[in-house]
């Protein structure tokens, strides 16, 4: 039996496995070689030369996509008082205290952002075990713990993304639909690029970006020029 199926090996085939395209040649490429019969979500992957076991060679942070991510957001908000009235007219979809928290606990999860005032993160820390995994915990660092919610939400609809390097060295951050046209994912593409590079930790050593790929869903991979991605950043 074939390990991969035939649109797969269709679509790897476009792809040459000898170069490192240029981030435009990809985008071009990427079209050709996604066969998703949906709106596939374009994904920028990337090898860096750090140490995550170190707090200060942690790369976190978050961005306001140009244009957004193509689909809509739902965020939860976690606060009381006049901040829980704030979140609602900025657009929220669900806000609570303690109640939230305990919907939660029973298993509700239908929600992409959360979002928490400094004065809940008690009670939402009941529920790290359920939102860590899920990248659902709010954290100061991405702008997702302040007392300023309205804009907390603003930013999320409008497309704010969350990047974070795993316990391997690996970062992985969707940035838009394969379906958008290519200035419009090529603006997204760049600011993940130019966020990501501007993040090295200067206690870093030697290669910051060793790899780079663009893929989308249930496509191939294509390989990444790096330094060509380096030069985008230089250039934001």
Known sequence: MPKTGKKYAAASARIDRNKRYSFDEALKLLPEVSYAKFKGTAQLSFRLGVDPAKADQMVRGAIVLPHGLGKTIRVAVF?????????????????????LVEKIRGGWLEFDTAIATPDMMG?????????????????????????DVAKAVQEAKAGKVEYRVDKTGNLHVAF??????????????????DAIVRAKPQTAKGVYMKGATLTSTMSPGIPLDTADLQSLARKG
């Open 79 to 99: 606060a009381k008082g006049e901040k829980e009235k704030e979140a609602q007219d900025a657009g929220a979809d669900i806000v609570g205290g303690d109640d």
């Open 176 to 193: 838009g639909k394969v379906t958008f046209d290519f200035d419009k994912l090529r603006d997204n593409g760049v600011a993940i690029i």
């Open 123 to 147: 009670a939402v820390g009941k529920i790290g075990k359920v939102l860590g995994p899920r990248g659902l915990m709010p954290n100061p660092k991405t702008g997702t713990v302040t007392f």
